[in-house]
């Protein structure tokens, strides 16, 4: 996972689940949610997903 470039915290992929927002992943220390536009992005063109992005997820 690329945020987990930027915060080691965020603990390792456990699972996933879909709602109608996005995604929520659940990794080893806690649960990430991702909104439905930045997925997108990051199975169309992962580049496209800035670092500030990430951030802003990890932060969560």
């Given amino acids: 996972m690329r ?3 930027l915060d ?3 603990g390792s992929y456990r699972s996933h689940t879909f709602n109608t927002v996005g995604a929520v992943i659940i990794t080893s ?3 990430v949610r991702i909104r ?3 997925l997108n992005r990051q199975f169309k063109d992962p580049e ?3 670092e500030k992005d990430l951030l802003l997820i990890a932060g969560s």
């Fill in 48 to 50: 496209l997903v800035s």
């Fill in 3 to 5: 945020i987990h470039e």
């Fill in 36 to 38: 439905k536009a930045i």
């Fill in 29 to 31: 220390t806690r649960k």
């Fill in 8 to 10: 080691p915290s965020i």
